[in-house]
């Protein structure tokens, strides 16, 4: 018998003194350029996580299925802040009222709640545990997700890792997020496969195989309209499945491995970056600072 397992969502509060923003997009990534090629069409990513604002005029359009493996409180399921967070990075709909754009502005959403919220609601911190985790799994199995947002981190659990192993094996690609520590022994990321996302803000050196992407203030959504900052690893996390996201639209039957190749390849200054991911993958993109010739893939 396995023992019930705690785990945490990887975000932290934003600065207090931040306004909210008016860009459209954190750009860092290069995803306008990839934008030319691929925006997420077609493609299925889930998102473990806490609830999300289901009814955002930025998201209505993109969730695709909603379901609560916590509680009945389905409004508590729209105030959620950081399932709404990483939706928001990962598909969140052009609209002028709200001023935020997803980095796969194009992809359906799977929203599975399998994390609470700790008072005050309003934080971004939240725990989740072995079971409510492994009924979305299955269930992000069943709806035959393409990609697998885990922003969330906590210990080894052996039928959470089998449960990973077969969506590995069925080709879904898996992101998960780099605890504060820095350790990458527990789940999600002791499973072999996963791909493992830090900020780009973080201290420490970039291991072999990671994926950096902005994590400090960065613009996304927030419950209840508009949009707002966050930060966290879990917002890094994010916007990789994105990038991953954009790669399965136009490669829907490259394996998990050529996606990791792909995207740990497209990191050349630590950032990874969303057009030269698509360029590796044989996309013909021009990317920025492109100077008037199109490089070959």
Excluded at 9 to 24: E, Y
Excluded at 85 to 94: E, F, H, N
Aim: hydrophobic content about 45%.
């Amino acid at each position: 018998m396995q023992r019930l397992q705690d785990f945490a969502v990887q975000g932290t509060p934003p600065a207090a003194s931040l306004m909210a923003p008016s860009a459209l997009i954190d750009d860092r990534l290069d995803v306008r350029s990839a934008h030319q090629r691929a925006r997420g069409e077609g493609v299925r990513v889930a998102v473990v996580d806490t609830g999300m604002d289901v009814a955002h005029p930025a998201l209505a359009d993109a969730v695709l299925e909603a379901r609560n493996f916590v509680d009945q409180d389905e409004a508590q399921f729209r105030r959620d802040q950081h399932g709404t967070q990483v939706a928001g990075l990962l598909s969140a709909r052009p609209r002028a009222d709200v001023g935020v754009v997803g980095l796969a502005p194009a992809a359906g959403l799977l929203a599975y709640k399998a994390c609470w919220v700790k008072a005050p609601a309003t934080e971004v911190r939240a725990q989740c545990n072995t079971l409510t985790l492994a009924k979305a799994l299955v269930a992000a199995l069943d709806a035959r997700a393409d990609v697998l947002n885990l922003s969330l981190s906590g210990p080894p659990d052996p039928l959470l890792e089998r449960l990973l192993g077969v969506a590995l094996t069925r080709g879904v690609a898996v992101l998960g997020a780099i605890p504060p520590d820095g350790r990458k022994t527990g789940f999600p990321l002791s499973v072999p496969g996963v791909l493992a996302v830090d900020r780009t803000e973080t201290a420490r050196a970039q291991a072999p195989g990671e994926l950096r992407a902005p994590g400090e203030d960065v613009m996304t959504l927030k419950p209840g309209g508009g949009g707002g900052f966050a930060s966290g690893s879990s917002m890094a996390t994010a916007q990789a499945s994105a990038v991953a996201a954009l790669l399965r639209s136009v490669r829907p039957k490259a394996s998990v491995a050529q996606l990791t190749q792909w995207m740990t390849a497209a990191s050349p200054h630590g950032v990874l970056n969303a057009c030269l991911a698509l360029r590796l993958a044989g996309e013909p993109v021009v990317c920025r600072g492109d100077t008037g010739v199109l490089a070959k893939p």
